[in-house]
C-alpha cells in the first residue's frame, strides 16, 4: 500500500476517536481510501474517525446507502439537502 501521510493523518483532531495509521488500516477501508483517492483526491474524515472500528463503519455505509439510494419518494439529491441542512443546522462538520 502507498504510504500518503499529507492527506491520511489529520493536521488538527476531528474527532474523539481515534484515527489509526495508515499502514494498521484494515484491507477494506485500505481499499475504500484508495478508491476515495481515486474519485475525490483524499480519504474523507467519516472514514478517518471510523477506521477504528472497520465493522461498524461499514454497516453504517450500508446504512448511509439505504438511506439515500433505497425506496422513497424522495429524490437521492432531495435526501443528501436534507442531510446537508441538518448537519449544517447541527453544526456538524463532516
Not at 478517518?48 to 429524490?75: E, Q, T, V
Request: net charge negative.
Amino acid at each position: 500500500m502507498p504510504n500518503h501521510p499529507d492527506d491520511w493523518a489529520p493536521t488538527e483532531r476531528i474527532s474523539w476517536f481515534p484515527v489509526p495509521a495508515e499502514v494498521d488500516l484494515d484491507p477494506r477501508v485500505a481499499e475504500l481510501v484508495a478508491r476515495q483517492r481515486e474519485k475525490l483526491g483524499a480519504p474523507n474524515n467519516v472514514v478517518r474517525c471510523h477506521a477504528w472500528r472497520p465493522d461498524h463503519m461499514f454497516k453504517w455505509l450500508d446504512l448511509y446507502d439505504y438511506i439515500n439510494r433505497g425506496p422513497s419518494g424522495l429524490s437521492r439529491i432531495d435526501r443528501e439537502m436534507i442531510g446537508v441542512v441538518v448537519s449544517a443546522d447541527n453544526r456538524c462538520m463532516l
